[in-house]
């Protein structure tokens, strides 16, 4: 299975050849599809079975989205917002994580230390941003807070999260310091489901704004993927240089 672009996410409507993809971490099923000329492979993040945040299996999927050959990822989170409205779009510029139990590394038995000054491929995000706006959505930009759950964050929790983060999701790390691991180029687009810490949050009104956005969503992906240079220019090829001690 061979892509220029491999898309991560569960909320983008796919189709295409499905597979299995073997890695040393696990089987990681994926579907094959072609996108404004270019060979896409998407993998759905959670699997058929839906599995909790802190139980997926990140390095198994960045190591598939590696095996295809691709040097760009697209990521697709969906998260809670303290900057802007449900239904709106936020491309995140840096992050923080607050994970406990996740194994964040390839590299177990070694040190290697990659750069995360830039953690999101600038050609990528440039692409995502450009998409948005041509679709009629102006994006926002931010800090993701990546927290454990699957628990949803209390009140206090948002309260203190506003102080140095954006939006907050579950997903989105340990994804990017392996996809940097790997010297691939990844970025996220966050599509926001509910105002952050604003009382009880309705699973169904979640669930709803996803649906609702599901159409520009694709839209915006197709035309990112267009967008995307043929050749990197960026840093992310090369994080691996100097990287071990």
Not at 183 to 195: F, G, K, M, P, R
Not at 196 to 215: M, T, Y
Request: hydrophobic content about 35%; proline content about 5%.
């Amino acid at each position: 299975m061979h892509a220029d672009v491999v898309i991560i996410g569960r909320v983008l409507t796919h189709g295409g050849e499905k597979s299995k993809i073997s890695t040393p971490y696990g089987n990681v099923g994926a579907f094959s599809s072609r996108i404004s000329g270019r060979d896409i492979v998407f993998i759905s993040r959670h699997g058929d079975d839906h599995l909790p945040p802190h139980r997926v299996n990140y390095r198994a999927i960045i190591c598939a989205a590696a095996f295809t050959g691709a040097d760009r990822i697209i990521a697709i989170n969906t998260v809670g917002s303290m900057i802007s409205p449900p239904g709106s779009f936020v491309i995140p510029n840096d992050f923080i994580e607050f994970t406990k139990s996740r194994v964040s590394t390839f590299y177990e038995d070694r040190a290697v230390h990659v750069d995360m000054s830039e953690p999101y491929c600038p050609e990528i995000r440039a692409a995502l941003m450009e998409s948005c706006r041509a679709e009629g959505h102006e994006p926002y930009e931010g800090v993701y807070v990546c927290t454990e759950g699957p628990h949803l964050e209390t009140r206090a929790q948002i309260k203190m999260l506003r102080c140095f983060g954006d939006v907050v999701g579950m997903t989105g790390y340990p994804e990017v310091v392996l996809a940097r691991e790997r010297a691939l180029c990844y970025a996220s687009i966050c599509l926001v489901t509910n105002t952050a810490g604003e009382g009880q949050i309705d699973i169904d009104q979640i669930v709803s704004v996803e649906r609702k956005s599901r159409s520009a969503l694709a839209r915006i992906i197709e035309r990112a993927v267009s967008r995307i240079p043929g050749q990197r220019s960026c840093r992310c090829s090369r994080a691996l240089e100097n990287a071990e001690l």
